[in-house]
Every structure is written in C-alpha cells, then in structure tokens.
C-alpha cells in the first residue's frame, strides 16, 4: 500500500499529509528514514531532514515533541520535492554532472508554497550559504522545474505514475 498524500491545501494542488510514515512504506516510490538524528551535512551544519540523491533516500528526524505536525510535513515535503528530481522521476539532478545545488534548493522551496498554495517566501532560500541572486532565466526555470515537481507528486498520488 502507497502512503498516501491526503489533500491538505485549498489551492487546488496536492497536498500531503502522510500523518503516519509506515517503516518499509515508500512515499510516492521515495524511501524515507525516520531517525533520531541526522548527521550533519559537511559545510551545512546540523539539518534536520535530508534527501540523499545517491541512495534515493529521504532521512528526517523523529518528530520533535515541540515541533508542529505542519512544520514536520514541511521538512518532509521539502525532501519529497528534492526527490522528484531523481533519474528515475523527473531527472532534474544528474550527478554525473555539477549540479547546481543552489537551483535545487529554490525549487524544493518554491514547489513547497506552490503545494500550500502560499506566496512564496524567500527568507529560507536567503538563509541558504549558497544564497545568490538569481537571473530572470533562472528564476523562469525554477517556475517550470517546480510546477513539474508538484504535478509529478500530484500524478504519483493519483496512482498515474
Ligand atoms: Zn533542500
């Protein structure tokens, strides 16, 4: 059985839920590691979810007591977006390639408030060592990768894929 993705946003778009992630259930084809902790990414520092591109894994921290369920979906859809991205999806990242990590970034951030149906917020993607300006082209990519992104979940829970 799939782990669904529940409608949560007015948007008309998808939109997840997965209240539960049962272990050895993918999410959308995705394999997701719950983990008490996630080591820290090299020049990162302590992340508390992360998508490995290599393994096709998605590793995310138990949830913390404190921590709402919208933000921990947050990190988890985070992930999920990072993961359409995959040779096997939509071939976004190839890793036998320099990828732009920075580009990446934004499209998981700006496919998340595309999901929540939300103006986009750029204070995360600021945040990001990486922050750089972006060129109109660039900005005009994230808008294509990111709709494709959400479509592909969005197909995936609909059982098209
Ligand atoms: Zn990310």
Redesign the pocket.
């Known amino acids: 059985m799939r782990n669904k993705l529940i409608m949560v946003a007015t948007s008309g778009v998808l939109i997840f839920a997965g209240e539960s992630l049962t272990p050895g259930v993918p999410l959308c084809g995705v394999e997701v590691v719950v983990q008490r902790t996630v080591e820290p990414i090299p020049g990162i520092g302590s992340v508390r979810a992360k998508?490995d591109f290599k393994a096709d894994v998605i590793y995310i921290i138990k949830k913390p007591w404190l921590m709402t369920r919208s933000k921990y979906r947050g990190l988890l859809i985070?992930?999920l977006i990072?993961a359409t991205g995959h040779q096997s999806r939509l071939g976004r990242v190839d890793l036998t390639k320099p990828v732009d990590w920075y580009i990446e970034?934004v499209i998981?951030e700006r496919s998340f408030y595309l999901i929540l149906g939300k103006r986009f917020n750029k204070a995360y993607i600021n945040r990001h060592p990486l922050n750089r300006d972006l060129t109109a082209a660039e900005w005009a990519l994230v808008e294509v990768e990111s709709k494709r992104a959400v479509q592909w979940i969005y197909e995936y829970t609909k059982g098209v894929k």
Do not use: R
Request: proline share 0%.
């Open positions: 998508y985070h992930e990072h970034e998981a």
